[in-house]
């Protein structure tokens, strides 16, 4: 059986001392004699004495541990956005306390409650696909606790926050297909209540404007982004009297279940339909073809956004800021379409 780790009230009871005099003997207090210094460590190491800095910390204020909210940890946008975010935080002495949404509102508020009950420094947040109403942040900013959004953020001139520039991500990829010869180019868009999607789906709508190209309605599919999502979508433009010729997915997961549409079809790609997604999700590169995708450098936006929350814990007073990462598209297979004669 593990031994039992010792209090300084263990240690103060066993050398008949005040626990405020081996309190300051295990931090090296100069008042305090070499002679019981020696004596209060030789037995806090007999004892398996181990100093506890979370409440060490609370005493001064901080807890030293940062709070981050994220829809999701599968997949490689977040997973990769932690990775940056716990490295600043490490680095600047700090831990990092992770909660899941699940995309689901009443998930997100206990998430809330779980971080100030925490007594968090600070809190990173993206909101929930489900997310409508966002009233339980103001519980946050009522204790003042500095508060970053991204990625999925609140539209507000008052809230700091990083995001892509995800009407670029859209814009690049739709005017890729463009490039390539293809005019009918359908959409998959996401719910239209979060920026990412109105940005992306914005991004289209211009580099469409731009070639001339009216939007036609029955090319613009919405939905929930799911893979299964992108079969049904497939399936409907499929049925049209005349179906797209290129398909631009704000979500790697639907473009995905549109090519395995178009793979049991055995119609080719990107010969008959060309794809594009957004995320460059790991399996982009893997899939047959490769699937053409919009980067979000994610890592980076963690880096970003754990900064500015460091910022906002250790300087207090600032103005809001917002700080937007460009996207950059990696071209595969999947799109590189050409007008046949």
């Not at 609370?58 to 490295?87: W, Y």
């Not at 600043?88 to 971080?115: H, P």
């Not at 609140?154 to 814009?171: H, K, T």
């Not at 073809?289 to 919009?294: A, R």
């Amino acid at each position: 059986m593990a031994q039992k780790r010792a209090s300084i009230s263990d240690i103060a009871k066993e050398l008949n001392l005040a626990v405020s005099t081996v309190s300051r003997a295990l931090s090296g207090h100069s008042r305090i004699s070499e002679a019981t210094r020696k004596r209060v460590w030789k037995l806090a190491e007999q004892l398996n004495y181990q100093p506890n800095h979370l409440a060490a910390a609370l005493r001064k204020g901080r807890s030293n541990t940062l709070g981050v909210i994220v829809p999701h940890i599968d997949g490689h946008f977040f997973s990769q956005v932690m990775k940056g975010a716990e490295a600043v935080a490490n680095r600047a002495g700090f831990n990092v306390l992770l909660c899941q949404s699940n995309e689901d509102y009443g998930q997100e508020q206990k998430n809330v409650d779980t971080m100030i009950n925490a007594q968090v420094d600070g809190i990173m947040v993206s909101v929930a696909r489900t997310t409508h109403d966002y009233k339980h942040f103001d519980k946050i900013k009522k204790r003042d606790i500095p508060l970053v959004f991204f990625d999925r953020i609140l539209d507000s001139p008052e809230v700091n926050a990083v995001e892509l520039d995800d009407f670029q991500g859209g814009y690049q990829s739709t005017k890729h297909l463009l490039e390539q010869g293809c005019r009918r180019i359908a959409h998959f868009g996401g719910p239209q209540h979060l920026n990412i999607y109105i940005n992306r789906f914005g991004g289209y709508r211009q580099a469409l404007q731009e070639y001339g190209i009216p939007i036609e309605e029955e090319l613009v599919l919405f939905s929930e982004m799911w893979e299964a999502d992108g079969r049904a979508g497939m399936e409907q433009l499929l049925a049209l009297p005349r179906p797209p010729e290129a398909v631009f997915s704000a979500s790697d997961f639907s473009i995905v279940g549109a090519m395995r549409v178009l793979k049991e079809r055995k119609l080719r790609i990107p010969e008959d339909i060309a794809l594009s997604g957004f995320s460059n999700e790991s399996f982009t590169s893997l899939t047959e073809p490769n699937l053409t995708s919009v980067d979000q450098c994610c890592e980076e936006m963690g880096l970003a956004a754990m900064r500015l929350l460091l910022e906002m814990v250790q300087e207090h007073e600032q103005a809001p800021r917002k700080i937007v990462i460009q996207p950059r598209l990696i071209k595969r297979e999947s799109s590189l379409w050409h007008q046949q004669p």
